[in-house]
């Protein structure tokens, strides 16, 4: 019955949209702008009432399977492996002000923070935090805290060697950074976040001391260079998934859920549009009807 009722505002809102759009043809009303394809929002309706959908089940108390992510399970390896070596983990999510368009990949990157510091309590693991981002400092300072706390190894925790402002200059913060790596010969290297030229300045200074890497982004320009050299890599969104699986909160893995039924319909609109192009049709214009009467 919950799921039911959680279903009603999705289902009366495309409805409007089916009749309003009924009406407009009848009326030969224009109602949508030909520079806009009205596919595209019918497709942001369906995603949006499918993760609509997985939250509401979510909130019922019913358990919403979530795809694995090798990165993100790769991050308990690195730190174990950093503990054998008797080196350090570092991890760094970025440079500039929260408050840019790139503030939710900054949140992403505070969200594998937290993963990474209760790894590091769990495994008595020396944690090294490298930033650019001024308003954050006090943010990263308490996540390593509480990940010492929580795992009871509190007098792991130092702020003057765990959390280390740099600077919010991109290639000084890129020098800093590297200069970090290499003076303390990390054993892992985490790098999440929004990140441009400085991502293979980054992974090149963790080859160096063959440091186990771990990176993600959800710039596309930069995504290839961290697929090339990292061992494992967050591609895209899956930095926000990663966030969402570190907090362990049900509704934001449902979330998780929503997004990955829009990957399938993204494949199958590919393939679809694949075969009927060899079949001579465009499947965008057959999809974008709406617009083209009235």
């Given at each position: 019955?919950k799921t039911?009722r959680g279903?009603?505002?999705?289902v009366v809102?495309i409805?409007l949209?089916?009749?309003l759009s009924?009406v407009?043809?009848?009326?030969r009303?224009?109602?949508?702008s030909?520079?806009?394809?009205?596919?595209?929002?019918?497709?942001l309706v369906?995603?949006?009432t499918?993760?609509?959908?997985?939250m509401?089940?979510?909130?019922?108390?019913?358990s919403v399977?979530v795809?694995r992510?090798p990165a993100?399970?790769?991050?308990?390896e690195?730190?174990a492996r950093?503990?054998e070596?008797?080196?350090?983990?570092?991890?760094?999510?970025?440079?500039g002000?929260i408050s840019?368009?790139?503030a939710?990949?900054f949140?992403?990157?505070?969200g594998?923070?937290s993963?990474?510091?209760?790894?590091c309590?769990?495994?008595?693991a020396?944690l090294?935090a490298t930033?650019?981002?001024?308003?954050a400092i006090?943010t990263?300072e308490e996540?390593?805290?509480?990940?010492?706390?929580?795992?009871?190894?509190?007098?792991?925790?130092?702020?003057?060697?765990n959390v280390r402002?740099?600077?919010?200059?991109?290639f000084?913060y890129a020098?800093?950074?590297?200069?970090t790596l290499?003076r303390?010969?990390?054993g892992a290297?985490?790098?999440?976040?929004?990140?441009w030229?400085e991502?293979l300045i980054f992974?090149?200074?963790g080859n160096?001391?063959n440091?186990?890497q771990i990176?993600?982004?959800a710039?596309?320009?930069q995504?290839p260079?961290?697929?090339l050299?990292?061992?494992?890599s967050?591609?895209?969104e899956?930095i926000?998934a990663a966030?969402a699986l570190?907090?362990?909160?049900k509704?934001?893995l449902?979330?998780?859920?929503?997004?990955?039924?829009?990957k399938?319909?993204?494949?199958?609109l590919?393939?679809?549009g694949?075969?009927?192009?060899l079949?001579?049709?465009k499947?965008?214009d057959?999809?974008?009807?709406a617009?083209?009467?009235?």
């Amino acid at each position: 019955m919950k799921t039911a009722r959680g279903l009603l505002i999705p289902v009366v809102v495309i409805a409007l949209v089916a009749i309003l759009s009924g009406v407009g043809w009848a009326l030969r009303i224009q109602l949508y702008s030909p520079k806009t394809p009205f596919s595209a929002f019918l497709i942001l309706v369906g995603l949006l009432t499918a993760g609509y959908f997985f939250m509401t089940e979510a909130r019922a108390g019913k358990s919403v399977p979530v795809r694995r992510i090798p990165a993100f399970e790769a991050v308990e390896e690195a730190v174990a492996r950093s503990v054998e070596m008797g080196r350090p983990v570092h991890m760094t999510f970025g440079f500039g002000t929260i408050s840019s368009s790139m503030a939710p990949q900054f949140i992403a990157g505070l969200g594998v923070l937290s993963h990474v510091a209760r790894l590091c309590g769990k495994y008595g693991a020396k944690l090294v935090a490298t930033l650019g981002v001024p308003e954050a400092i006090a943010t990263t300072e308490e996540i390593i805290r509480e990940g010492y706390y929580s795992a009871g190894r509190p007098e792991l925790f130092d702020p003057t060697y765990n959390v280390r402002y740099l600077t919010d200059q991109q290639f000084a913060y890129a020098s800093a950074v590297q200069a970090t790596l290499i003076r303390e010969n990390v054993g892992a290297n985490i790098v999440v976040g929004p990140f441009w030229a400085e991502s293979l300045i980054f992974m090149e200074a963790g080859n160096m001391v063959n440091a186990f890497q771990i990176a993600g982004t959800a710039r596309e320009t930069q995504i290839p260079f961290f697929v090339l050299v990292a061992d494992y890599s967050f591609i895209g969104e899956e930095i926000f998934a990663a966030g969402a699986l570190a907090s362990g909160d049900k509704e934001t893995l449902a979330s998780i859920r929503g997004q990955d039924v829009g990957k399938l319909l993204t494949i199958v609109l590919v393939i679809l549009g694949v075969l009927t192009l060899l079949a001579g049709l465009k499947l965008v214009d057959a999809l974008n009807w709406a617009w083209k009467v009235g």
